[in-house]
């Protein structure tokens, strides 16, 4: 099993800047990709950002980047020039050996 914990999220200004971490522990062995996703009160859920293990990447807006620091087993997704529809609540995923394991998720709200 692994473990997966969201931090970092909060009220932003439109315009501004926000990291998410995620820390990661259990049996963390090949990963094949790592996603961040979201979803907003009322619609579903979707993906804004992946890192892949061949290093492609994708974003949906281009302005969410997704990184991993490999010795602190954590996963990040910086958010650039945030918009009041970036609200949402955002999750972090894992994918290896077939299996994709989820955190609980963290609330971002951009709001003046």
């Known amino acids: 099993q692994v473990q997966l914990v969201e931090s970092g999220g909060g009220l932003v200004q439109p315009g501004g800047s926000l990291r998410l971490s995620c820390a990661a522990s259990?049996?963390?062995?090949?990963?094949?990709?790592l996603t961040w996703s979201r979803q907003a009160p009322g619609k579903e859920r979707e993906v804004v950002a992946t890192?892949?293990?061949?290093g492609t990447t994708y974003d949906m807006n281009g302005r969410f980047t997704v990184s991993i620091d490999n010795a602190e087993n954590t996963i990040s997704l910086q958010m650039n020039n945030l918009e009041p529809e970036d609200t949402a609540v955002y999750y972090c995923?894992?994918?290896?050996?077939?299996?994709?394991?989820w955190g609980q998720g963290t609330q971002v709200t951009v709001s003046s």
């Open positions: 890192l892949s293990s061949d």
């Open positions: 995923g894992l994918q290896q050996g077939g299996f994709s394991y």
């Open positions: 259990g049996d963390i062995g090949i990963i094949t990709q």
